[in-house]
């Protein structure tokens, strides 16, 4: 009921609209011919036209709705079931036409018989009548399939962000288990040495708590990542020492600028076992991150890498998982690449728009 009270409003808007224009296109007809015409007559013959197809335009639009037109397949039922609404359409409206055009024509002392208004109107106008049941069952039709067009990209979009969402649970649960394991196997070595197993295990336990604050949030903001970076690295700097070096370089304007959660540490991590940790003297790792025009650029470069050897799982697996991650959330806009840059220096070039990621945009 609601919707036919509220398809009844826009046809009353329509049938007033149609009326004025129908009644000024005959009156200057009456002009171009040099003709007077009588207004108050015509104008009430179009008002009844047009007001009677407004009162009969809701139901239309209901039974439409109720009997849609399927192209898919043809079905020939709901064809066979519009042709007879056109028709009871038809008859109908000039059934209702004619008795309000007799009331009229009485009042303005024309009478005329009302089965002979019927009959003129069904052999006059019934093309008219035609067309108006066909424009009013082309809108309804066209109203049913753009909202089954929007709720279907609805519901393709909510399973795309779905997808998104477990793909980026799944990659981050494979990436941050070779932390904790590298740390712990690290604690486990340092428990004859008091102090430093005390010292060492306050890192970690600060890092565990990011880590867990970090949970499963697709996102997080550049500020967030690099105070996980740096605890990574209080943490590795316990067990490597001096042969760890480092700096950060980073504006401060970008650090509410947000990235794929859990993005940097795990290839600061990288850098550091593939590269610095096998190197006797160590070495430095640089991480950089500045605006370069509509983009993000951010840098992880470190001395003292070697080419990775057949077992290195966790760097086949960090890099790849790294560039999958920004392709769910940037789509074709962000740029990945990682190689060696010198002797010895590996480096990542990581390349965002500088926008907040969308959430199952390639999904």
């Not at 709901?78 to 008859?91: G, K, M, N, R, T």
């Not at 006797?280 to 080419?307: M, V």
């Amino acid at each position: 009921m609601e919707n036919l009270r509220r398809y009844g409003l826009i046809a009353l808007v329509a049938a007033t609209a149609m009326t004025a224009i129908t009644t000024f296109q005959t009156q200057m007809q009456y002009v171009v011919r040099g003709e007077d015409m009588d207004f108050a007559p015509m104008l009430g013959w179009n008002a009844i036209i047009w007001y009677v197809w407004g009162v009969l335009a809701p139901f239309v639009i209901v039974f439409c709705q109720r009997h849609p037109l399927e192209w898919r397949g043809w079905k020939w039922r709901a064809f066979a079931l519009q042709a007879a609404a056109a028709l009871v359409f038809i008859v109908l409206h000039a059934a209702i036409v004619a008795a309000a055009m007799q009331v009229e024509a009485e009042w303005f002392g024309m009478p005329a018989a009302f089965p002979a208004r019927v009959v003129r109107l069904l052999t006059t106008q019934a093309h008219w009548g035609v067309m108006c049941y066909l424009a009013t069952a082309a809108c309804a039709n066209a109203g049913i399939y753009f909202r089954r067009a929007r709720d279907e990209s609805l519901a393709r979009e909510a399973l795309r962000t779905q997808a998104a969402t477990a793909q980026l649970s799944a990659l981050q649960r494979q990436m941050q288990p070779h932390f904790l394991f590298n740390a712990l196997n690290a604690l486990v070595a340092m428990l004859e040495e008091n102090s430093k197993a005390q010292h060492f295990t306050v890192r970690l336990a600060d890092m565990l708590r990011m880590l867990l604050h970090h949970g499963e949030r697709a996102t997080a903001t550049l500020g967030e990542e690099l105070v996980l970076v740096k605890a990574y690295l209080a943490v590795e700097r316990v067990r490597l020492g001096a042969r760890l070096r480092s700096r950060i370089d980073v504006a401060d304007a970008l650090l509410d600028r947000r990235l794929p959660s859990f993005l940097l540490q795990p290839l600061v991590e990288n850098a550091i076992r593939h590269g610095i940790a096998r190197s006797l003297d160590g070495g430095e790792i640089a991480l950089r991150a500045w605006r370069d025009g509509g983009e993000i650029r951010i840098e992880i470069e470190n001395t003292g890498a070697q080419p990775p050897s057949a077992t290195d799982a966790g760097m086949r697996m960090t890099l790849p998982n790294c560039r999958d991650r920004l392709a769910l959330l940037y789509d074709e806009a962000a740029c990945f690449e990682a190689g060696f840059v010198g002797q010895g220096h590996y480096r990542v070039v990581i390349v965002v728009p500088d926008r907040a990621p969308v959430l199952g945009r390639a999904a």
